[in-house]
């Protein structure tokens, strides 16, 4: 089993389609992630699909580098 540690790092150290696979790899499918108020994407995602669709492919194609 891999350390919290080296959980984060997989996910913010590689390229982004790496992150991606190594988070999706983890998550549960229930899981409930929540984006801070006040913050662009705000609000409470509920399972996987939800957070994929609400946050990671908004932040996809919103924003730039």
């Known amino acids: 089993m891999i350390s919290n540690l080296e959980l984060i790092r997989r996910t913010y150290e590689g390229s982004s389609e790496e992150n991606g696979g190594n988070l999706l790899a983890v998550l549960s499918p229930d899981v409930e992630w929540t984006e801070a108020e006040g913050f ?13 669709k609400g946050v990671f492919q908004r932040l996809a194609t919103e924003w730039t580098g």
Do not use: H, I, K
């Not at 662009?40 to 994929?52: I, R, S, W």
């Open 40 to 52: 662009p994407y705000a609000g409470t995602y509920v399972g996987v699909e939800a957070l994929m």
